[in-house]
Antibody, heavy 125, light 111 residues
Framework: EVQLVQSGAEVKKPGESLKISCKAS???????????IGWVRQMPGKGLEWMGI????????RYSPSFQGQVTISGDKTITTAYLQWSSLKASDTAIYYC???????????????WGHGTLVTVSS | QSALTQPPSASGSPGQSVTISCTGT?????????VSWYQQYPGEAPKLMIY???KRPSGVPDRFSGSKSGNTASLTVSGLQAEDEADYYC???????????FGGGTKLTVL
């Protein structure tokens, strides 16, 4: 069974750093597979936004223009885990962050067939 | 890339049919047959209900169906049940090396 297990909820202060994780199981997330992992933001009461995706080989990371330079996506092939990182959080980063497994076609995303349960990040002074 | 346009709300009585629209452009919805629909209950992660315009993943009731005409895709829920009350989001493929785009979401209320 495919599962994307995310790290727990976080409460941080503005200016602090944070790294959340998403561990894939039930399939391989390594250089022998072709499944990417992506991150989707959902701000309170709002819709879904793609943040970026990382390839199984970790050699290709793509960001949505809105998030380029704002976050860092990385992956650990050994333990099949993807990460989303902030160096300096802002109150506007308060949201639920979902990891997701996108299906790809010529480098573009066609659909998401599996979702993590979400990580709530609260940034408040 | 702009978000796809969905009505903010839709409603219907149990047993009725409801259709939710998702309007894009010829660069996304109209250009490819890769429209997906997701169901999201409050406090839960989204769940894939329809992919490639009209295909249902295993386990999704056949009361859910999808279609597309031009730049507008639609999700129809037939025989509405109380459990169908949720938010629904569409998304579309936007071409090579494109992350794609989501709709703004539609809150479906079962009266």
């Amino acid at each position: 069974e495919v599962q994307l297990v995310q790290s727990g909820a976080e409460v941080k202060k503005p200016g602090e750093s944070l790294k959340i994780s998403c561990k894939a199981s039930g399939y391989g997330f390594n250089r022998f597979t072709t499944y990417w992992i992506g991150w989707v933001r959902q701000m309170p009461g709002k819709g879904l936004e793609w943040m970026g995706i990382i390839s199984p080989t970790d050699s290709d990371i793509r960001y949505s223009p809105s998030f380029q330079g704002q976050v860092t996506i990385s992956g650990d092939k050994t333990i099949t885990t993807a990460y989303l990182q902030w160096s300096s959080l802002k109150a506007s980063d308060t949201a639920i962050y979902y990891c997701a497994r996108p299906m790809m076609l010529r480098g573009g995303i066609t659909t998401i067939d599996f979702w993590g349960h979400g990580t709530l990040v609260t940034v408040s002074s | 890339q702009s978000a796809l346009t969905q009505p903010p709300s839709a409603s219907g009585s149990p047993g009725q049919s409801v259709t939710i629209s998702c309007t894009g452009t010829s660069s996304d919805v109209g250009g490819y047959n890769y429209v997906s629909w997701y169901q999201q209950y409050p406090g839960e992660a989204p769940k894939l209900m329809i992919y490639e315009v009209s295909k249902r993943p295993s386990g999704v009731p056949d009361r859910f169906s999808g279609s597309k005409s031009g730049n507008t895709a639609s999700l129809t829920v037939s025989g509405l049940q109380a459990e169908d009350e949720a938010d629904y989001y569409c998304s579309s493929y936007g071409g090579s090396n494109d992350l794609g785009v989501f709709g703004g979401g539609t809150k479906l209320t079962v009266l």
